[in-house]
């Protein structure tokens, strides 16, 4: 059981960053969640509530009464209930444990490891004004982080499945797509083929699937739109699947060919390649301990060196429970990414390459593979795209 | 469209409470979402966003690039992208608009007002501390209390829709409950019917419906078992259907009679009655201008007056786009509900009345009904269970 798992990763983490105690604090979270409950609870809880694991391997969940049986029936935590107010047993156990530091999800740079409410926040520290804890919470983003990146064994291969499916969706659209199609049907199409294969979308489904074709079209993170495919028209579709709660988070190029065309106009083709051979040059560079930003810049400037503009996003986030699974990302260093492209990459994280440019005229050339960062190098979990997919 | 009646009713409140602009400020919703975008933008967004709105009746939506169109095809915001940073449009905007009084999303007491994570007020103090905005931060709960509970006339018939899928199913349950079944078949049955109709469950599947039967059930929020029902036991159901993004959230009770038993235990009915009884005394308190706590008293002290225990919850909760639609609550002065016992009841306040008691020996009797607010008084928008659904 992947909780388990990450639980036990957790303990271990614990010890490696000197933290003595983290704590997840949180209420109704089917409203707010903290996007740690996930990996470290795999349910909900309504009253204020602790999820609280040491370093010498405690486990233990404070949580209101009625919330109690769910919370066993999820998770290896000691369950302890109350009914008025979650204060008292908080204070105790921190007494016991006396940690010298205790992490909590708050952070600037990570927005998994944010999960703390503010207003969360005010009631933690008053409970704490009165005691040696309060000026001992720290943030827990490297906990956070090295718990969501270091992918096991068996979110690895939950991951991969997830890849293959996706990709046997993107064979099939290449089979339904020619000009006339909107891109409301081209989605229509996946959306068919996942509720057959009884999968969900690997994020909103008012974007996921994306599919953007020809020059006119909307960009990133839009909906389908009533917009046909016309001759000339470069498509790309951004789309995944989420299959045992593990996502996969690809991108494919199509080309349509115009009427008595011979071969695929330079530029297209020009657009494809550097698309396509801007992600084997970042690929070469991806390893633990190089920082995200130059993985990013390799891609960029290959794409910027062939005579394109450059990509108003970062090149590759990491991939797991979530399509934005958080923490390091191959990004450049602007503002609003604050910390993360300075963070070094690490074994067992898994990544997005995700380059695009325009080709005027004809529309958007992106590709999006996934990889698996090794122990020297990294390695695709994805089948990456080598031809650009004509339709003649 | 209900965000735009939403966003104009925000307008008003602004003016009501005297606040000058109403900030959310938000980042990858999808993993950590704040819960009023629901209602004020219907989608989510990726990079560090603010929706601001000002009493002025300015809506503007700051947000990364690549948002901007999702953004603009969901809600009327003058929507900007940035690339860089969010940081130069948002103190642009706030010296433009030069507020006074600048509400944003953190509350001690009401979990659907505190969207703002503790790592993004730490970015958004560190924007404002070279500005006079810094000083002039105020919660945002009584705008957010407000703008759930006061529902829209549209609102109120999807509520009302919602309630009526509900109970439609609960009808159907009688005819397949008998002695043998499971928790679990029950729900997989319900399961089934919301299937059957295109619906989703109003809250987390593992729980909704929640099946329990007989003396040794698990009590609220815990999934169903392989426990059988019993000759001699009483089951309830807490179940409701999500249509068109709002919800239900009811509450009947079933016993089930010993061979040859020609009525039932007296004890059984007792319970019954007590539970359906003091759900009216509670209404007839109810009306604009009470406390909530009040509303709880009058129940709690009637099924204490009756010789049984007291229930470990509150009497009632908000429901609208959430089952458990945030702020004002029905409830006592227990110190895990904060200030929301105090609040005021409104009119056009949709609340469930869900009283519990044990029955020993035989089981959990519970009734949730739902109720809207009136100018003097409160209406059932649910038909009442009156009497105890009895299978021979």
């Not at 804890?133 to 979110?155: C, D, H, M, N, P």
């Not at 690997?202 to 699937?209: S, T």
């Not at 050339?365 to 979990?381: M, N, P, Q, S, Y």
């Amino acid at each position: 059981m992947i909780v388990e798992e990450k639980l036990s990763q957790a303990v271990g983490l614990l010890k490696e960053f000197h933290v003595d105690l983290w704590m997840t604090f949180v209420r109704e979270s089917s409203s707010n969640p903290d996007p740690m409950l996930d990996l470290i609870l795999g349910t909900g809880c309504t009253w204020p509530s602790a999820f609280v694991i040491t370093s010498k391997g405690r486990k233990v969940a404070l949580v209101g009464s009625l919330d109690v049986q769910n919370i066993k029936d999820h998770a290896g935590y000691e369950v302890k209930g109350y009914r008025d107010s979650i204060r008292q047993d908080l204070l105790d156990l921190l007494r016991k444990e006396d940690p010298e530091k205790i992490a909590v999800n708050f952070s600037r740079n990570d927005v998994m490891a944010d999960g703390l409410s503010h207003g969360m926040y005010m009631i933690l520290t008053d409970y704490l004004k009165e005691t040696p804890y309060s000026g001992r919470l720290v943030s827990s983003e490297e906990i956070v982080a090295a718990l969501r990146g270091r992918k096991t064994a068996a979110e690895l291969e939950r991951i991969k499945d997830a890849i293959c499916e996706t990709l046997e969706i993107f064979d099939k659209v290449t089979a339904f797509v020619r000009p006339g199609r909107t891109e409301k049907e081209v989605a229509g199409f996946i959306k068919d083929r996942l509720a057959e294969a009884g999968l969900e979308a690997a994020w909103d489904e008012v974007h996921c699937p994306a599919v953007f074709t020809g020059p006119e079209s909307a960009g990133a993170h839009a909906g389908p739109t009533d917009r046909k495919i016309e001759p000339g028209h470069l498509m790309n579709i951004d789309f995944g699947v989420r299959k045992n709660d593990y996502v996969a988070d690809l991108q494919r190029t199509w080309y349509f060919s115009r009427p008595g065309e011979r071969r695929v106009p330079d530029e297209v083709m020009k657009g494809f390649l550097t698309i396509r051979d801007s992600i084997k040059e970042a690929a070469k560079v991806l390893r633990p301990g190089v920082e995200g930003w130059k993985v990013d810049d390799v891609a960029r400037s290959f794409i910027v060196e062939a005579g394109f503009k450059d990509y108003d996003h970062g090149l590759g986030h990491q991939v797991g429970r979530k399509a934005h699974d958080g923490s390091g990302l191959l990004c450049p260093k602007w503002e609003r990414y604050g910390q993360l492209p300075f963070l070094k990459v690490e074994q067992g994280q898994v990544y997005t390459l995700e380059p695009r440019l325009t080709v005027a005229g004809h529309g958007i050339a992106t590709i999006e593979e996934i990889v698996v960062v090794t122990e020297d190098g990294c390695e695709f979990l994805s089948t990456p795209q080598e031809e650009l997919i004509v339709i003649n």
